[in-house]
C-alpha cells in the first residue's frame, strides 16, 4: 500500500513511520493492494492527534485517535481505520452470498399452463375417450344424536339443618366448594342457593 504522511508541529519519527506502514499493510491486506493510505499527526496543546484517510476503488476509510502520545494516538486511529475494514469486507461478502434457502423463495414461480390437456384418442374408434370419474366415499351421520342417560348422584350434604341467614348460607357454600345449597332461616323460609356458570351465586326462595 502506497502510504503518504504528513506532519504538522511534531516530528515524525522512524518508529512512527514503522508502525504506520505495518498497521497499513494489515488494511491493505482487508481492502486489497491497489489501496492508498494518507497519515497525518499533529498536535493541540497537549493532546496528539493521529488521522488516517485509506482510499479504495470503491470505499473511504476515515479515523481518528488522540492520546499522551503520538503511538498511543496512532495505535487508536490505526484500530479503528482496521475494524472499519473489517466491516466492508463483511458486509461485501455477506452480499455476494446467498444460502439455498433464500434463492429457492427468490426464484421465480412456474407458469402453468391455464388450457386443459387434451384427451387421449382412441386408436380404434377415432373418438375421445372419456374420462373415469373418481370414486368419492361417502360419509352418513344419523339423522338424531344418540341421548345419553344421566348419572344421578343422591346425597344429602347440599342440605343445611340448622337454620341460618342468606350471608351465613353464601359463607358456607363457599368455605365448603359446594355449587347447591338448601337452607332455611329462622323465620322458617326456605331458599336455594346454588353457582351459575359464570360463577355468580344465585338465590331462589321456595313458596
Given at each position: 500500500m502506497e502510504v503518504e504522511f504528513t506532519a504538522r508541529q511534531v516530528k515524525l519519527s522512524k518508529a512512527l513511520r514503522t508502525q504506520?506502514?505495518?498497521?497499513?499493510?494489515r488494511i491493505s491486506r482487508i481492502l486489497g493492494k491497489d489501496a492508498r493510505a494518507n497519515v497525518t499527526?499533529?498536535?493541540?496543546?497537549h493532546i496528539q492527534i493521529a488521522e488516517l484517510t485509506v482510499l479504495s476503488r470503491a470505499h473511504k476509510i476515515a479515523a481518528t485517535g488522540k492520546g499522551a502520545a503520538l503511538s498511543a494516538a496512532l495505535r487508536q486511529a490505526m484500530e479503528h481505520?482496521?475494524?472499519q475494514a473489517l466491516k466492508y469486507r463483511d458486509r461485501r461478502l455477506g452480499g455476494k452470498r446467498l444460502p439455498k434457502e433464500e434463492k429457492m423463495l427468490t426464484a421465480p414461480p412456474i407458469a402453468r399452463p391455464k388450457t386443459r390437456p387434451?384427451?387421449?384418442?382412441?386408436?380404434?374408434n377415432g373418438h375421445r375417450q372419456k374420462k373415469t370419474g373418481a370414486s368419492i366415499p361417502?360419509?352418513?351421520?344419523?339423522?338424531?344424536a344418540a341421548v345419553v342417560e344421566p348419572h344421578i348422584l343422591r346425597t344429602s350434604h347440599a342440605?343445611?339443618?340448622?337454620?341460618m341467614t342468606i350471608e351465613e348460607?353464601?359463607?358456607?357454600?363457599?368455605?365448603r366448594d359446594r355449587d347447591l345449597l338448601i337452607f332455611r332461616t329462622g323465620a322458617g323460609e326456605m331458599y336455594v342457593l346454588h353457582r351459575r356458570r359464570d360463577g355468580q351465586m344465585e338465590l331462589v326462595e321456595i313458596p
Open positions: 504506520a506502514e505495518e498497521g497499513m499493510e499527526l499533529s498536535a493541540q496543546k481505520a482496521e475494524h387434451t384427451q387421449p384418442l382412441d386408436e380404434s361417502v360419509h352418513s351421520f344419523p339423522a338424531k342440605v343445611a339443618i340448622a337454620p348460607a353464601v359463607k358456607d357454600a363457599e368455605f
